[in-house]
Each structure stands twice: as structure tokens, then as C-alpha cells.
């Protein structure tokens, strides 16, 4: 890993920067919109507009997002110092997107790409907390190797990945580039499987990715049964065979760990839910941050549960300012508790 003041950032992360664009609708209107519940799916730019002008008359919230974004942002709010590469539209919202990621403290390696608007995500959360995307990625998908450069990677103690960019062609291409400065520079690698859909439509490369290049992987119940054809235990067994570190997240069951012969069951932390958008993004966020600090995978685990526990009594995907409190004071507990 090299020496630690070798290291400008802990954890660098790469994804899709987009804006979400969070509205409470009921299932009838997901219906309307040929969207299945709990479901990511990609929109073009018509479909957009279309949606757009579906849902005008109800009440918005934007804010920065994506999944790796949003890890990231999780992991800054603990302590990590982290910095996020991805590519943003020439326009008001890639500056937007820019500044609010400089002002929570994030470092934004950011390309604006010219005549592409920046990636947003329409976010509907349904009654039950349930979250559906409809993502038009934008400029996220323009993403090219040469906009990644090497001292963007190799000061880096963990780069964070996220499955969904493994899919396209030209952000595999960067993504791989990308991993490769990672490898090199002896930088740990983490992914996130993302989606079970997505899986199932790439398990053959992910399985490769994964056993060659990965060292730590996050997959929620869902996705963990889609990539082992398993379920919980016995899946966070085959996904630990290929890596250093296994984590399967069970939503209100809490999460499973496994690194080696160590095995951890981790207590979910009870909240009123308000969304359940990001929680699996801060719980990445609160196991990287762990690992950084020199936790145990008991407490990583431990402190990723309540992180990611705030972000489901928030509602939006990152940490609502009501919390700010509780983060700082996970914060501190971090900074005793490591070695």
C-alpha cells in the first residue's frame, strides 16, 4: 500500500455524476411510465422530456447523486479524504454538480463535456420508502481514458468503482485504464455489482473483473443471488472466494461480511425510513471509511449500518444536514476505535 503520506486521497472513486431529481409519487404513476418498482432503467434524452412533462406539476428535489458520487460524498462525511472522477455536461448543472461536490469537501476531477447535458436521474419514491430510476446518463456515458489521469488513481489508498460503467463499451474502455493505474500503483480496488438486471446481463464479465482486479465487493440480496444463483451466506461465500473482502447487504436484516475465515453478521440499525435511496451507497461508504481507519470488519460493519441507517431517515440519497450531529459523532468514534 506504500507509505501513508505517500497517499493525497484515501478513496478515489469513478462513476457517473448525475443529478437527482428526487419526487414521491404513488405506484399508479410509475405504471403510467411503464417503470417497474424498485428498478433502474436507462431513458434516452426523449424519454426524459417525456417524463419531464409527465410529473411537472409535482414537487422536485435536486441534488448531486449517482452511486459511486455518492459513496464517495458518504465516506468524505466520516473523515476520508476522497476525490470523484466522471464526466459532466458544459452547462449549468455540470456546475452545479461541480461546486455542491467541492463544497461537502470532495475533490471533483471533473470533465465538461461540450454539447451534452449533464446525466440526471428522475428518483421516484413510492410510499412504502421503495425507490425506482428512470437515469438518462448523458454526459456521464462520454467518459474517455484520456481524461483519466494517473496521479488522479495512484495517490489513492481505495478506488471505488460502480458496475453500471462496465456495461458501455467507452467507459469500459476508461474504466479498465483506470484499473490498470490502480494495480500498478498497488491502490486497492472496490466495485459495487449495482443492479441484479445489470448482472445478469455481464456476469461472465464481472466474474472475470472480480477475480482478477477486485479486492472488495458490495452487493445488496438481490444482486448477490443474481451473480451466485445463491442466497445470503451461501452467497457471500462464492463472492469471497474471489476477493479480500465480501459484504452482502440484507436491507432491514442487516449485513453480512467475510474476509478469509472471518465471517461478520452486523445488526441493522432501526430508523423511520423516509427513502431507501443511497442507503447502499453509505453503507459502501462506512465499510471503505473502516478500512481506511484500520477498523475491524466487525466495526466497519458496525458503523457502516448506522451511517447508512441516516441516510434511510433522510430524505435523499446522501446524509440530510438534521443528522450532522450523528455523522460527526460516528466520525470521532472512527478516529478512537482505529489502529
Given at each position: 500500500m506504500g507509505k501513508k503520506t505517500s497517499r493525497r486521497h484515501d478513496v478515489i472513486g469513478i462513476g457517473s455524476p448525475l443529478l437527482d431529481?428526487?419526487?414521491?409519487?404513488?405506484?399508479?404513476?410509475?405504471?403510467?411510465?411503464?417503470?417497474?418498482?424498485?428498478s433502474m432503467k436507462l431513458i434516452s434524452k426523449d424519454e426524459s422530456l417525456s417524463i419531464a412533462k409527465e410529473t411537472a406539476q409535482i414537487k422536485k428535489r435536486?441534488?448531486?447523486?449517482?452511486?459511486?458520487?455518492?459513496?464517495?460524498?458518504?465516506?468524505?462525511?466520516?473523515?476520508?479524504?476522497?476525490?470523484?472522477?466522471?464526466?459532466?455536461?458544459?452547462?449549468?448543472?455540470g456546475e452545479l454538480y461541480k461546486k455542491q461536490t467541492e463544497d461537502e469537501g470532495v475533490t471533483p476531477f471533473l470533465h465538461h463535456q461540450e454539447e451534452s447535458v449533464t446525466g440526471h436521474a428522475f428518483t421516484f419514491i413510492t410510499p412504502d420508502?421503495?425507490?425506482?430510476?428512470?437515469?438518462?446518463?448523458?454526459?456521464?456515458?462520454?467518459?474517455?481514458?484520456?481524461?483519466?489521469?494517473?496521479?488522479?488513481?495512484?495517490?489513492?489508498k481505495f478506488f471505488h468503482i460502480e458496475a453500471y460503467q462496465l456495461e458501455d463499451p467507452l467507459l469500459c474502455r476508461a474504466l479498465f485504464h483506470a484499473?490498470?493505474?490502480?494495480?500498478?500503483?498497488?491502490?486497492?480496488?472496490?466495485?459495487?455489482?449495482?443492479?441484479?438486471?445489470?448482472?445478469?446481463?455481464?456476469?461472465?464479465?464481472?466474474?472475470?473483473?472480480?477475480?482478477?482486479?477486485?479486492?472488495?465487493?458490495?452487493?445488496?440480496?438481490?444482486?448477490?443471488?443474481?451473480?451466485?444463483?445463491?442466497?445470503?451466506?451461501?452467497?457471500?461465500?462464492?463472492?469471497?472466494?474471489?476477493?479480500?473482502?465480501?459484504?452482502?447487504?440484507?436491507g432491514e436484516k442487516g449485513s453480512l461480511i467475510k474476509s478469509g475465515e472471518e465471517i461478520c453478521k452486523i445488526s441493522p440499525c432501526s430508523v423511520d425510513i423516509e427513502n431507501t435511496n443511497g442507503a447502499g451507497d453509505m453503507y459502501a461508504a462506512g465499510i471503505l471509511h473502516g478500512l481506511v481507519k484500520g477498523l475491524s470488519l466487525r466495526e466497519a460493519g458496525e458503523l457502516a449500518s448506522h451511517a447508512s441507517s441516516l441516510v434511510v431517515a433522510s430524505p435523499g440519497a446522501r446524509i440530510h444536514e438534521k443528522h450532522l450531529d450523528s455523522i460527526q459523532k460516528l466520525k470521532k468514534e472512527s478516529v478512537k476505535t482505529g489502529h
Open positions: 431529481i428526487v419526487m414521491q409519487v404513488d405506484e399508479d404513476t410509475l405504471s403510467k411510465m411503464n417503470l417497474k418498482k424498485g435536486v441534488s448531486p447523486g449517482g452511486s459511486s458520487a455518492n459513496t464517495i460524498s458518504g465516506a468524505n462525511a466520516l473523515g476520508t479524504e476522497t476525490g470523484f472522477i466522471g464526466a459532466v455536461g458544459d452547462d449549468e448543472y420508502g421503495e425507490r425506482t430510476f428512470a437515469t438518462h446518463l448523458g454526459a456521464a456515458n462520454t467518459l474517455e481514458k484520456e481524461h483519466i489521469k494517473e496521479d488522479q488513481i495512484k495517490d489513492a484499473i490498470a493505474i490502480a494495480k500498478d500503483a498497488k491502490t486497492k480496488i472496490s466495485l459495487d455489482l449495482s443492479d441484479a438486471a445489470l448482472i445478469n446481463r455481464n456476469k461472465i464479465l464481472f466474474t472475470d473483473v472480480i477475480c482478477e482486479h477486485v479486492d472488495v465487493v458490495f452487493a445488496n440480496e438481490d444482486e448477490a443471488r443474481e451473480f451466485t444463483g445463491k442466497d445470503n451466506e451461501e452467497a457471500l461465500d462464492y463472492i469471497a472466494k474471489m476477493c479480500d473482502v465480501a459484504v452482502v447487504k440484507l
